[in-house]
């Protein structure tokens, strides 16, 4: 509960005037390492050491842009950002770190770039450090000299006077944390010194301090006058989360956590002047004298208030493990997009309720792709959390800034991960950069400020069509007390059991039908659908045996809902196929299957038909096929995708066709019921819709999901074209004489063809579709190798307990509108649609699921007022929670929750 909350996605959009910005720095970018007179860095120094950094990669070179300014400004305004953020590279200007030389060629450099900025209407943010010093500083102590501080406040002072009356947004310093901790603590980044991790950093983070307060005092004594601009410095944090919330030492350790590597910068800025107790209490108690440095009292007054605004860089979260992050690339990066809200309000009460300017946030790849969907969700959830913490907690949250501009040299891990929003090919000697999906969704966030409510999600008023069914649905498996139990009666097909548990007792509805009953009636459904068990009817599967105990059930069921006032909806095949026949011929693979279960339909349509209405022939045969037969995820367990899995299905086809026409000849004259199938689809989006191949993903996905089982029935009598065009194709390749996906003969297509008097559709989420061919996995058999397609879904959509189960309520509008267009306008009858929550909850405030339902029922609505669908019924899953298959009890999907 608590995550769903936390997880709800937040429409809005930020402050007119909030400053959407991107970011770079100087080494990672600018290449030129040695041209026009510039003084070597210390990341020169350290990229050129073989073995410090990946591939041995350097630099030198990097994107060139010290030779792309016109390139890197129209990416600039590609993205219709107000700020780029850049860093100066301060041995560019002053090549021995000092005011003895001013290399005039970087300053031009600089000038140039700042002037096409203005020209394009973006401010340009200026970091003046971002962690590459000049050598010949280090050479004499680097950060641990003292001295630093005045060459820092020298530099400083130049750069507000020379670009000053154009750049009114400073940055002193960049990640002071990572520069004192990697470079002089662990020795992981330049300067490459871990000879001291207990002192080094301390003393360099001094320095730090002093330099940026100095640097301040500079610029608001002799500058800020006259110039107008703002100055601070940029502080990176990991958010922190207490392993347990609820745990006062936890939550301290939390907050040590973030006052050690935040508060040692912020607090002494932001606060007082000096290091937060909590640092100093942990370091001095370690050893006497202590090694963190004291701040006189003259400095504190000096170091205390230097910043006009909060800079933080934000990435990640820590304290393992963090339920639900999200491995991203580099290691370090874990997706957790509400440590971002979390870590923005801590800051917010921690220093006084500040203004605060997101200066770094972004991800990782690992190649060089352009269709970077990670990258597109992964600033849409976390820019939705800055949006909640600046519109519903009230931080003052004034920009936000992506990283990065484009590919660069990502430190000591050289080329490999990629965090831009442009790709840059490192192998042309030109540096192209080219656009990635991100840079698109980027841009459009821009010009939305946000995320303005869509009138995609705009909720309508209005009545269902009159004698519209309201339903609601168990299955036979699910609810009942297993035939295990029950003498005289045949095991049903073993489920895959699952820490133990199985459906033997499950909602014990075989004992409890007239409580069932009770629960429908509450509820003013107008029909109950539900299954029937074949092998408590059939106890092997043929009519040797009749066991006239089902049949009474089945009977008493049925009289209590007419009694009371509800139609029965059933189901003659949810999935429990006797066990004889699976061990006889192999069940759904067998021909022999057809014939038996037109016997079963027939014994069933004679003794129940006369009070049943409304048949289904099957329930999901995508489910019991695909993972029934191919990835054996479902029982029988048997993996042979790709062969056994279309085997299945055609034998179902088969069946189902045979017995509709049995009723057709044989009750319907009498009876005067409607015989139906039931299929399950997700809707498919193209996962990036800049991309064709992905639309034609997508129409593979559909057609061999949906298509393969409704094409036949509605169509022609026959499989989607693509669907048989790819599969024939691969099996082609792989040398088989015929495709793996059976033929149908002409006499077989009229059989099936129209065999449906309505459209049952079981429907619960959306997916993203993407292509997947790949000539290396050519020889690999397998439904979804044949599909050449696969799918993947939106982290920022509400979930479900079930992993493949999202809560995106367009989807099914877009659904029923394609079924409309590509079935001829069939009356469709929702048979199913629900939302999952955790076994172990006991939370009866299902708020969720409520939206969930309020959401799915209003795009039905929409789909019948506005679209003209014909859809006759919606079906709620489930009556109670129920025996989730291979999910056993950890699932729970009822309107009712059951103490099991
Ligand atoms: C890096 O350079 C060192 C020294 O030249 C060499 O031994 C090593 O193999 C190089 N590593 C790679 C991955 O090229
Ligand atoms: C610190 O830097 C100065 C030059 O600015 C130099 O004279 C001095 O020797 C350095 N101190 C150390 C300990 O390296
Ligand atoms: C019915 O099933 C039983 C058990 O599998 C089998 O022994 C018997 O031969 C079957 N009868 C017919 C008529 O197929």
Redesign the pocket.
Known sequence: TIARERDEFHYGTFPEGFKWSVSTSAYQIEGGWNVDGKGESIWDTFSHTPGKRANNETGDIACDSYHKVKEDVNLVKMLGVQQYRFSISWSRIFPDGTTSYVNQAGVDYYNSLIDSLLKIGVEPVVTLYHWDLPQALED??GLL?E?VVD?FNEYADFCFKTFGNRVKFWITFNEPYVITWLGYGIGVFAPGINSSPGEAPYQAAHNIIKAHAKAYRTYKKFYKGKQGGRIGMTMSTEWAEPKDPNNPSDVEAADRVIQSILGWFAHPIFKNGDYPEVVKKQVNERRTPSRLPVFTDAEKVEIAGTADFFAINGYTSRLEPIPGAIQATPDWLKIVPWGMRRLLNWLDREYGHPTVYITENGVGTSDATVDDQIRVNFYKAYINEALKAQQLDGVDLQGYTAWSLMDNFEWNSGYGPRFGLFEVDFNDAMRPRTPKRSSIYYNQLIRNNGFPPLQRDERITGDFPPNFIWATATSSYQPMRSPLYLKGEPTVILMLEIDGTNGDVACDSYHKFDVDIELLRSMGVSHYRFSLSWPRILPSGNRTTINQAGITYYHALIDGLLAAGIEPMVTLYHWDLPNALQDSFGGWVGAEIIDLFVEYADICFKEFGPKVKRWITFNEPWVFTVLGYGNGAHSPNIKDSGRLDYQAGKNVLLAHAKAYRLYQTQYKAVQNGEVGITCNSDWSEPRNQYRQVDYDATNRVMQFFLGWFMHPIWVNGDYPDVMKEYVAKRSAAQGEATSRLPELTTQEKSLIFGTSDFFGLNHYTTNLAYETFSPDRINEVSYYEDREANTEQDFTWPAAASVWLKDVPWGIRRLLSWIKKEYNDPPILITENGFSEEGNSHELNDWWRTKFFHGYINEVLKAIQLDNVNVIGYTAWSLMDNFEWAEGYSERFGLHWVDF
Do not use: A
């Open positions: 004499v102590g000299n001295t060459r």
